[in-house]
């Protein structure tokens, strides 16, 4: 499902917050936004806009969106800045049978990104500009080639920097100094 995968891809690229600043209170903010605006049964004539803060986003991801979404992901935090730019980190933990054919030295992953994400027709995505695994700096684009030549078998081959359907009723996002904004 794209609307999953998007989630996914742009969430996994997220950093290190203490549960401490998580609030139930702020995840469920979000939360409740986006079922609302997904059950609308009549698109709006003029765009409106909602304004979140880094904190409520962060929360919501942690306590709500990992857990149903994206298991592996066992913390997530993302930085938001002016003019769409979001750097993060994220911890990855690959646990189960599903990952048995994983070496053992890649099933605990860290993850801290530079970047910033673009939005355009309902779709958005994320262009990375420095990306760390491990504590090794990766290029983004040399990762990508080689994620490219793995998917052999593959349909429809995917890339990082790949373009996702944003969620049902949104429009576009934005970002400014620790806050995010979701157009509807």
Not at 39 to 59: A, D, H, I
Not at 76 to 96: A, F, N, P, Q, T
Not at 144 to 172: M, R, V
Request: hydrophobic fraction near 40%.
């Amino acid at each position: 499902m794209k609307v999953k995968s998007f989630f996914c891809l742009f969430f996994l690229l997220a950093a290190g917050m203490g549960a401490a600043d998580f609030s139930m209170e702020k995840a469920k903010k979000i939360e409740k936004f986006l079922e609302r605006i997904a059950s609308r049964r009549q698109p709006s004539l003029f765009l409106k806009k909602t304004t979140f803060s880094e904190s409520e986003l962060n929360s919501y991801l942690n306590l709500l969106y990992t857990k149903k979404y994206a298991p592996e992901i066992s913390f997530i935090e993302l930085r938001l800045r002016d003019k769409d730019e979001v750097s993060g980190s994220l911890k990855v933990k690959l646990d189960g049978e599903k990952y048995a054919a994983v070496p053992q030295f890649l099933r605990d992953i860290d993850v801290s990104f530079q970047g910033k994400f673009e939005c355009s027709n309902y779709h958005m995505r994320y262009v990375f500009r420095e990306l760390v695994i491990n504590g090794s700096p990766y290029s983004p684009d040399v990762l990508d080639e080689a994620f490219n030549a793995a998917q052999i078998n593959a349909k429809t081959k995917k890339s990082l920097f790949d373009w996702f359907t944003l969620l049902p009723g949104l429009k576009k996002v934005q970002s400014a100094e620790k806050t995010i904004f979701f157009y509807y």
